[in-house]
């Protein structure tokens, strides 16, 4: 059996069940929490996988080794964990629900690693186990909140989280696909890790200066000189050797590709406003006066 087939069956059954929940419920917020469960996946993993090196997937996809582990890494957080989330959350089940289906994972863990698809380093199954019973019950707790409370606290974070998910899978395809830049710091011994773990402090940083450019309404100018600040810090990087361009690459290039994450990350405000606020008129008019405060 071809490696990458348990991984393409886990994201299409995964998406199944997304599809149906989704129909059945008809809560935008259920999408907004996918995203919001994703980034948390995504930074979790950052910690986990690209520090500490905790395991390896094998899907076999790539031709470069480590692009392939964090595809395979990708099948996990951004379908498998996050959309069973979403199903806890819309459903709301209690923790022996939850438990149930944490060792569920840890079963399809150990499949994976009987094929070996997947291995692991230092890694236990039973942390697995336990990392997904506290990210359910993280799932929903913040799926209430979403819905009966506001705060500019869990707006942010939603909206930052939400956005990371985002911003590091366009990052990693268009990086993996196209070759478009590489960082280097000789940090790790392998130049993909090493890259890769630049690359996504990075996707960490321009999100967060991202995301408080859109909550604080920032004008045109205001954007416009910050986009030009990060480029000519990406220009001094350049010169120190610490990052390269492909030579079909240009800052134009990066500067439209800012552009298009800033509208995704203020469409995505307003959607996350409309979702979770504005069907509740005092937490609209809640959210409405902080504007007027800040």
Known sequence: MPHYVPFLVLVIISMMIFGIVLWLKRDSTLFILFLFMTGLAYFLEYIILILFNSYRYNPDLMKEDYFDNILGSVTSQAFAFPIMAVVIAAYQ???PYIVIISIMFMGIEELFLSWDVYTHNWWKTPYTGVFMTI???ISKIWY?????????FIHT????FSMISINATIMFVIVATFQTHWLQLDFFQNSTRDHINLNTLYVFLLTAIYVCLILKQASILWIGSVIVLIRIFDW???QVGVLSLAPWNSF???VLLDIFVLLITAVL???????C????????????????DV
Not at 157 to 160: E, I, M
Request: aromatic share 20%; hydrophobic share 45%; net charge positive.
């Open 93 to 95: 089940l209690r923790l």
């Open 252 to 254: 134009f290039v990066i």
């Open 269 to 275: 405000h307003r959607f996350i406003i409309k979702s």
């Open 157 to 160: 974070l939603t909206l930052y």
């Open 277 to 292: 606020y504005g069907t509740n008129p005092l937490k609209e008019i809640s959210f409405q006066k902080y504007y007027k």
């Open 236 to 238: 001094m990087l350049i």
């Open 135 to 137: 990210g359910f019950l």
């Open 144 to 152: 209430e909140w979403l819905h009966e409370r506001f705060s500019m």
